[in-house]
């Protein structure tokens, strides 16, 4: 009887044990997603109403880099048979006939192209419309008697977007420029837990250097930021924030703990039966 009367005992120690560790992980959980729901800095383009958007004003034009590609066509309508002396395709310098298409040029590390007729041009720095309006004009009157109509196109506009959100990878921009709300939206915007007010922007200028830079969408001011339009292969990354990572350490701790209570149960209830007998 005594025997028995202790196992009893026992069996409700364990039990008050074993209903504290739990109360404890569901504590800390909560406490933990209490947290996450007070997280600062969530919505964007705060305090709008106390900055100077003035500054932001101006259209923006990407400018040419070292290792763009670029498609340029050249249309002449007094003889559009010039025209051909200006758009090189694969056929007409000796390539099969299936491969037509227009050549494209890639920017050399130096900035230049090499262009029909033209020769080497020094285009690094130049929007698409000042390389537009550039070829038209050497063109025009040494070549051809009107102006013609020259269209440049960048084919390598791209951008990066990892990290904490909803379609991370790489994105190809069809109109030549995309400001860090528009690449984030391609991306299928940041994710509750990301680090909203603090996404890196990693960025290599014409010159080859690289460099990180600090962004913050949070704030209205942003839109007066030299970084708020994005440059072709710029890389964004969008960290998780504390309690997200917070949260993910604790889950694991939760788990060794149940795993460890699961163990302490059966060595226990092994124990148990070993004494009944």
Do not use: H
């Not at 959980?29 to 101006?58: H, P, R």
């Amino acid at each position: 009887m005594l025997l028995k009367a202790n196992l009893s005992f026992f069996n409700v120690n364990l039990m008050k044990k074993l209903m504290f560790f739990v109360a404890l992980a569901l504590s800390l959980m909560f406490f933990s997603n209490g947290c996450t729901s007070l997280e600062k800095n969530v919505l964007y383009l705060q305090n709008s109403d106390s900055i100077d958007l003035s500054l932001a004003k101006g259209l923006y034009d990407a400018k040419i880099m070292p290792k763009d590609v670029l498609k340029i066509y050249v249309i002449t309508p007094e003889n559009t048979e010039v025209s051909r002396m200006f758009n090189m395709t694969r056929a007409n310098i000796g390539g099969s006939q299936s491969g037509a298409s227009t050549i494209d040029y890639q920017v050399s590390n130096d900035g230049k192209i090499n262009f029909p007729i033209l020769g080497e041009i020094y285009v690094k720095g130049m929007t698409i419309n000042e390389l537009q309006d550039y070829i038209a004009g050497r063109l025009t009157g040494t070549y051809l008697r009107n102006r013609p109509v020259v269209t440049v196109e960048m084919e390598s506009f791209k951008i990066t977007v990892l990290g904490e959100v909803g379609k991370p990878g790489q994105y190809t921009i069809s109109k030549g420029k995309v400001n860090i709300y528009e690449a984030l939206a391609l991306a299928g915007d940041m994710g509750m837990q990301a680090k909203r007010d603090e996404i890196k922007l990693v960025r290599e200028d014409a010159n080859g250097n690289k460099n990180i830079y600090i962004l913050d969408p949070t704030s209205a001011d942003m839109i007066n930021s030299p970084f708020y339009q994005l440059q072709q292969n710029d890389v964004l990354y969008v960290r998780q924030n504390n309690a997200r990572i917070r949260n993910s350490r604790l889950s694991s701790e939760v788990t060794v703990w149940f795993s460890s209570l699961s163990l302490l149960m059966s060595v226990t209830a092994f124990l148990i039966n070993l004494l009944k007998k």
